[in-house]
């Protein structure tokens, strides 16, 4: 029987996506201010940075999830003796040692063929629909075709990309950081998180070359090492629900209000006009912390009323689906004017419309994804049999 996660890690992807469906309302709605600018001109584009500030974190909890959850893995087959035990002590001790991990690896390949067929079946069975419409039709050319059929490699939804080839070494790089003591590990971190998010934060007017705002897999890894280190050590805080709730609040925050500064900067003195959406990347320290505060809020919430639980036990695993079909590459564009959304861009009404926006669209996705993710178990059951 499989086992079960508890409901508030569940809860937390569900919320994310509606924080990532928000992201894309936002931009591809133009209900932002230009990210290249001085000042604001609107109490509605301040609205918007600000949800925009609080939505950000969503695409790192992901990652932190499946950190935490991969080293959960790593240190069961530890226990096993699949990949060698890990000392509750936290130090290094024998762990690490092979001892038979193959079915390890081959599980983490298996969860990692499965992600890359749903990429593949969105992709492609998406594009044949709306083949049919001549918008699309008339735009069609052979190298979008071969880009539907390798979404992938061709990065057709960065984030699918960027999480595959994670997803391709997060085994070895689990059963490493299984193996490092507590002391070793927050050594390593520390370097990672300077060299990938504390450099930029600080040196915001260099273009660093190792930034890329977090897009990449290399951002990936640190944040699944961060996900692995919370699973085995935790945090001072974890538990204490304030205080992760504040360490999710104020970074954000901190966003808005560093990006109200520099865009008063650059109205006044002409300065820092190109960097004024430096504090709305990924990798910056402010969106990082506030990811880690979400992920403690939500891994110790208890959630005890049996209804509920049953539900975010059924929708939470449908939730990729809802990605990848609200930002297929022939829907992204399309379905902000399908609800019209640029008719609302500098009204003070936009955060109604978006909420109903939000509601249907998430709604939509999570049927169709629901119905697919049944076909797909069908296919996984029949795979392992």
């Known amino acids: ?13 569900l919320l994310a996506m509606a924080m990532i469906i928000t992201l894309h309302y936002l931009d591809k709605g133009g209900i932002l201010p230009p990210w290249s600018g001085a000042g604001l001109t609107t109490v509605p584009e301040g609205m918007a940075l600000l949800l ?7 695409v790192n909890v992901f990652v932190l999830i499946s950190g935490y959850f991969g080293m959960e893995k790593a240190l069961r087959e530890g226990s096993s003796g699949g990949i060698g035990a890990v000392p509750a002590d936290g130090s290094a001790g024998n762990a690490g040692q092979p001892a038979g991990s193959g079915g390890f690896f081959r599980a983490g390949l298996l969860r990692t063929g499965l992600i890359w067929g749903r990429v593949l079946f969105y992709s492609v069975v998406l594009s044949l629909l709306f083949f049919l419409l001549p918008r699309v039709r008339h735009s069609w ?4 075709g071969i880009e539907r059929v390798f979404p ?9 990309t960027a999480f595959i080839l994670l997803m391709l070494v997060a085994p070895l790089l689990a059963k490493g950081l299984a193996a ?10 520390a370097l990672l998180l300077g060299i990938f998010s504390l450099s930029k934060t600080v040196f915001f ?32 805080f974890m538990g204490n629900r304030v205080k992760s709730l504040l360490l999710y609040v104020l970074p954000c925050l901190g966003t808005f209000l560093l990006t109200l500064a520099l865009r008063g900067t650059a109205l006044l003195f002409g300065r820092f006009a190109a960097v004024t959406d430096h504090a709305y990347t990924y990798n910056h320290l402010f969106c990082f912390l506030s990811s880690v505060g979400l992920v403690s809020f939500f891994f110790t919430l208890q959630l005890k009323a049996a209804f509920p639980v049953r539900l975010i036990r059924l929708a939470a695993p449908a939730v990729f689906g809802v990605y990848l079909i609200h930002e297929h590459p022939d829907i992204r564009y399309l379905w ?19 909420l109903g926006v939000l509601a249907a669209l998430y709604l939509i996705c999570l049927a169709v994804s629901l119905g697919v993710e049944l076909l797909f178990r069908l296919f996984t059951r029949r795979l392992r049999n």
């Open 52 to 58: 925009e500030a609080f939505c950000l974190p969503a």
């Open 152 to 160: 992938v490699i061709t990065n057709q939804y960065w984030f699918a």
């Open 141 to 144: 050319t052979p190298y979008r």
């Open 1 to 13: 029987m499989k086992e079960q996660r508890a409901p508030g890690p569940e809860l937390l992807r």
């Open 205 to 236: 007017f260099i273009d660093l070359p190792l930034d890329d705002g977090g897009y990449g897999v290399l951002w990936f890894i640190v944040l699944y090492a961060v996900g692995g280190y919370l699973c085995r050590f935790g945090l001072p």
């Open 336 to 354: 902000p004017g399908w609800f019209h959304t640029r008719l609302f861009a500098g009204t003070i009404f936009w955060p109604v419309h978006w």
């Open 180 to 189: 490092l003591a507590k002391r070793e590990y927050m050594l390593l971190l």
